[in-house]
Each structure stands twice: as structure tokens, then as C-alpha cells.
């Protein structure tokens, strides 16, 4: 079975960090992008930030760049994302989702995901 547990939310002062971690299992990990994706209380989920595992091309959101981190262990088949000077508006339940691209459609598609971990950051 394919399985995605995301870990290391929680609540932190403005300015803080937290590491993230995605442990995945079930799939060929090398032909995946895996890709944290956030969704905040009545917001639409939005993609935070993404890592081909193969090559290690990753992608950031804007609002994101120059703070957060991707990166993967391939060997622990787990992909983390480290958030540095965390804002009130990073608050969301963050997911971690396992995605290839169809070239077909010209889209990247999301089959897999995990519960999400809930990061918190007060003002």
C-alpha cells in the first residue's frame, strides 16, 4: 500500500523554525515528485513546495522562497521541509502528497497523500 505520513508540525513563536518530515512507502520513490502543499482555516489548499526525486529539481511558492527548504533522503524514502522565520500566516495543516507529471495534459497529477501535520505559529 502506498502510504505518506507527514510529522513535525506544531506551535511556534513568529521567527521560529520547524522541520517537516514526509516518510513515504509503497511506490518507486526515484519517478515521484513529492510536494508539500498547506491549507489554512477557510483557505484553498495551496502548493508550498515541491522536489523531484529523481533529479532534484524543487519548486517554491513565493511567498515561501528564501525561507523554506526541500530536500530529500532518498534512502529513507523521505522528503523534509525545513521553514525558517515561520509567520503567523504559515499557520495551516500541512500535507505532503506524491505527484508525476502527464504529459498528456501538460499537468502534474497528486495520486497519493498523507494526513497532514498541523503547524501553528503565533504573533
Known amino acids: 500500500d502506498v502510504q505518506l505520513q507527514a510529522s513535525g508540525g506544531g506551535l511556534v513563536q513568529a521567527g521560529a523554525s520547524l522541520r517537516l518530515a514526509c516518510a513515504t512507502s509503497?511506490?518507486?520513490?526515484?519517478?515521484?515528485?513529492i510536494g508539500w502543499f498547506r491549507q489554512a482555516p477557510g483557505k484553498e489548499r495551496e502548493g508550498v513546495s515541491a522536489?523531484?526525486?529523481?533529479?532534484?529539481?524543487?519548486y517554491y511558492a513565493d511567498s515561501v522562497k528564501g525561507r523554506f527548504t526541500i530536500s530529500s533522503d532518498n534512502a529513507k524514502r523521505t522528503v523534509y521541509l525545513q521553514m525558517t522565520v515561520l509567520k503567523p500566516e504559515d499557520t495551516a495543516i500541512y500535507f505532503c502528497?506524491?505527484?508525476?507529471?502527464?504529459?498528456?495534459?501538460?499537468?502534474?497529477?497528486?495520486?497519493?497523500w498523507g494526513r497532514g501535520t498541523l503547524v501553528t505559529v503565533s504573533s
Open positions: 502528497a506524491a505527484g508525476q507529471y502527464n504529459r498528456a495534459y501538460l499537468t502534474y497529477e497528486w495520486p497519493y
Open positions: 509503497g511506490f518507486f520513490f526515484d519517478d515521484y515528485v
Open positions: 522536489i523531484s526525486v529523481g533529479d532534484g529539481n524543487t
